[in-house]
């Protein structure tokens, strides 16, 4: 009802508070160290960072997470804002460990992964630091990074990791928040679990004629309308529960149309490869 599950500052935010150590979350340093393997083990040593040793030396307890880290390019006077940015004590200071670009449905824009990674090389080399931050773009799985130096987290990877996190028995508040967000990445076509395919799969046997009729259905309402009230059953078998009561001219012109062919789109296209 939100649209929470095509929000990247909700999701990042999420993520933030799951890897600072210091999050009431009940887990400590295990959700960061766990990522930071995860990606490592993603990226098989190719691009920057810190490897699976280094991580063990590195006081993960004392790790700062910051949101929305403004951070300028090298060479431009251009300022970029990481999404997610973690660090750890290094020195006197701190150096930064991980840079998470976070994306759930926007492509990258504007090179924006070059300049990190150019960035990240910078202060580097600048601070004399034994490595450069590990670099992940983190996706449904569509798009890629324009940057090489970026290790790629999909959500085949990163929906396994806080399923991964729940079974630890994290706090009341963490796993309430880790099964909500599961919850609201099923309502994703681009998010399944092995229910959700079977699902789809049996309603694609089953109501073929109805999802035909909704791809063919002109954009207008009235039609529309009448469409999806006549395959009311079958949408309501894919969770996109139909009410006489509270259906109104803009959410079936607006929502409807993209709900469906998302939902329909997705098994149909499955079932075609099989």
Request: net charge negative; hydrophobic share 40%; aromatic share 6%.
């Amino acid at each position: 009802m939100l649209g929470i599950d095509r929000r990247e500052l909700s999701h990042a935010a999420l993520l933030g508070w799951l890897l600072n150590p210091r999050s009431h979350h009940g887990l400590g340093m295990v959700p960061l160290r766990s990522f930071l393997l995860l990606a490592c083990g993603l990226g098989d040593g190719v691009g920057p960072g810190p490897d699976a040793v280094e991580l063990d030396g590195l006081d993960l307890h004392s790790a700062q997470v910051d949101l929305e880290v403004a951070v300028q390019v090298p060479g431009s006077k251009r300022a970029r804002r990481v999404d997610v940015l973690v660090s750890v004590p290094h020195g006197e200071g701190t150096r930064p460990v991980l840079v998470v670009e976070y994306k759930v449905d926007a492509a990258e824009t504007d090179d924006q992964t070059v300049d990190y990674a150019a960035w990240a090389s910078g202060e580097t080399a600048a601070h004399g630091w034994p490595s450069e931050p590990l670099l992940v773009y983190l996706c449904p799985g569509q798009g890629q990074p324009t940057s090489d130096r970026f290790v790629v987290v999909d959500y085949d990877a990163y929906v396994p990791w806080l399923d991964e996190l729940l079974q630890r028995r994290p706090s009341p508040t963490a796993a309430f928040l880790l099964a909500e967000f599961r919850a609201c990445l099923g309502l994703r076509a681009d998010v399944q679990d092995e229910r959700q395919a079977e699902l789809q799969e049996r309603v694609v046997d089953s109501e073929a004629s109805a999802i035909a009729s909704l791809r063919r259905c002109p954009p207008s309402l009235p039609e529309l309308q009448a469409a999806v009230m006549r395959h009311k059953d079958a949408l309501n078998a894919l969770g996109l529960f139909v009410s006489r009561t509270r259906w109104t001219a803009a959410s079936c012109a607006n929502t409807w149309p993209a709900t469906c062919a998302r939902a329909l789109g997705t098994a149909s296209t499955r079932t075609r490869a099989a």
